[in-house]
């Protein structure tokens, strides 16, 4: 049974970085039949994708997030990353690592497994 | 971006009820659309992708349907462990983009 776990701090001050990690078990994060993305929810409101990345380290982000954001893979340790910088109150949200099955012709966002959810706060 | 609208926003129904809920894109998105439930505190679940096929484990009374623009999710007999906000997400193109939630709750 695959599992996903966020990990990072709960409170990140104005203009600072968020900096979470994914930790992936039950299964390897080199299988490519999969990409690993992020996911975010305000308090209260609705999803919004961040983007995916790829074993290899290809990326894929969303455009309105793309200047601030930055995904990596690390195999050895089967964790992957998210990076976002300059972060406002606007970026308070829950964040949710996830699987998402891989297609060959597209990139395709199925999110079959999902982490618990990491509550980041932006407050001074 | 493809903006994704889903109606309605809430809804109240009874043990048994068929319950129905529309999603529609902004632009033609083929087939490339998906269902998650999400119950409160918790994360999503993937119910139905591209379109129409039911995710593993997922129950038979779920049930999706449509295509280009036009999508619907249809529980056929409502549960009590169906409560929940229900999500479309379409992934056609970049970036993927969710409908604004459906809150289904009991009666």
């Known amino acids: 049974q695959l599992q996903l776990q966020e990990s990072g701090p709960g409170l990140v001050k104005p203009s600072e970085t968020l900096s979470l990690i994914c930790t992936v078990s039950?299964?390897?994060?080199?299988?490519?039949?999969?990409?690993w993305g992020w996911i975010r929810q305000p308090p209260g409101k609705g999803l919004e994708w961040i983007g995916n990345?790829?074993?290899?380290?290809?990326?894929y982000y969303s455009p309105s997030l793309k200047s601030r954001v930055t995904m990596s893979v690390d195999t050895s340790t089967n964790q992957f990353s998210l990076k976002l910088s300059s972060v406002t109150a606007a970026d308070t949200a829950v964040y949710y690592c996830?699987?998402?099955?891989?297609?060959?012709?597209?990139?395709?966002?199925?999110?079959?497994?999902w982490g618990q959810g990491l509550l980041v706060t932006v407050s001074s | 971006d493809i903006q994704m609208t889903q109606s309605p926003s809430s809804l109240s129904a009874s043990v048994g009820d068929r319950v129905t809920i529309t999603c529609q894109a902004s632009q033609d998105i083929r087939d490339y659309l998906n269902w998650y439930q999400q119950k409160p505190g918790k994360a999503p679940n993937l119910l139905i992708y591209d379109a129409s096929h039911l995710a593993t484990g997922v129950p038979s009374r779920f049930s999706g349907s449509g295509s280009g623009t036009d999508f619907t999710f249809t529980i056929s007999s409502l549960q009590p462990e169906d409560i929940a906000t229900y999500y479309c997400?379409?992934?056609?193109?970049?970036?993927?983009?969710f409908g604004p939630g459906t809150k289904v709750d009991i009666k």
């Open positions: 996830a699987r998402s099955i891989r297609a060959v012709t597209m990139i395709a966002v199925v999110l079959v497994d």
């Open positions: 039950g299964g390897s994060i080199s299988s490519g039949s999969y990409h």
């Open positions: 997400q379409q992934y056609d193109t970049l970036p993927a983009t």
């Open positions: 990345i790829y074993y290899s380290g290809s990326t």
